[in-house]
């Protein structure tokens, strides 16, 4: 149901008891990573390649790999560059791409530029990337499971690709999923502000794992810290693991997680056991990188 979850009221935030140090955070703390082009994706150690070459020898590539969890921003520069055009121009032409998004989207394709290769060839435009990418989306998401899924869980499509994208953005792997999923809707159904970093940075446009207080106030419909129920629009293009971890959510009372180091996030619905966690965590982010995933 449209605006079934955006609501106003209160923000419930925690601080710690040194001014100097970031807020408490109710969920994990800004996994989603900013990658450059070619660059490690979303924090894993392998670099997902954006341009495969032609075996015969020539420079031009022949596919674009978009990957889960880019955000629009990431897309338009990826394929400015696989076409060798001008910064820009890819966002520029979404005027006249003609994208099949939904009503709710209001033009905005984020979250529907759909994470897969597309192939490449001399007749490539931004305009046909972009409407493949959004087709191939509709493609994924409007069919019966999607659409069933969603309304099982109050949602219409939209909606549960926005819950997708969050959790694309958040879990630390694929079997966290169903668990970020659950956190989402616990915190929905009981009117509590959703608190997410991965919004945050989407509103600030970056990634970050520390939030200060004054962050957590900025003016945006996507800070979840000052807003109720979920941002606008997606926040990133989910894949296919995270679409149905947002309309099949893992049954479970959780209010919290937070990823204490790789491999090892903790979900919980006790806020002490909760403080207790973000506190290895911040400590773990004392040490030096090469000691943090022991």
């Not at 409407?131 to 949602?155: E, H, W």
């Not at 296919?240 to 049954?251: F, G, K, L, Q, S």
Request: aromatic share 8%.
């Amino acid at each position: 149901m449209p605006g079934l979850w955006r609501y106003t009221g209160y923000r419930a935030r925690m601080q710690t008891n040194t001014p100097s140090r970031s807020t408490i955070r109710l969920t994990r703390r800004g996994r989603f990573a900013l990658a450059a082009l070619g660059a490690a994706v979303a924090g894993t150690a392998v670099a997902v390649p954006l341009l495969i070459m032609s075996d015969d020898g020539e420079s031009r590539p022949t596919t674009l790999v978009v990957p889960e969890g880019w955000r629009a921003s990431q897309v338009y520069a990826a394929v400015d560059k696989v076409l060798a055009l001008p910064a820009g121009t890819t966002k520029k032409s979404l005027t006249k791409a003609q994208l099949k998004l939904p009503n709710e989207a209001e033009g905005n394709p984020e979250g529907y530029l759909f994470p897969a290769t597309y192939p490449l060839d001399d007749t490539s435009t931004p305009e046909k990337l972009l409407s493949r990418m959004v087709d191939t989306a509709n493609q994924k998401f409007n069919g019966a499971p999607i659409a069933a899924g969603a309304q099982r869980n109050a949602m219409n499509v939209y909606q549960a690709v926005t819950v997708a994208s969050i959790v694309q953005a958040e879990a630390a792997d694929k079997a966290d999923m169903g668990k970020v999923a659950r956190v989402i809707f616990n915190r929905l159904e009981r009117g509590m502000p959703l608190q997410m970093d991965s919004t945050l940075n989407y509103a600030l446009g970056r990634s970050t794992l520390r939030t200060t207080v004054t962050d957590t106030r900025a003016d945006s419909p996507y800070n979840s810290y000052e807003r109720m129920g979920l941002p606008p629009t997606p926040i990133d293009n989910p894949g296919e693991d995270a679409v149905r971890a947002a309309i099949n959510p893992t049954p479970g009372d959780w209010l919290y997680f937070v990823t204490v180091k790789p491999g090892d996030t903790r979900f919980t619905a006790d806020y002490a056991e909760h403080q207790r966690n973000v506190a290895e965590f911040n400590a773990q982010q004392q040490k030096p990188a090469e000691q943090r995933n022991g």
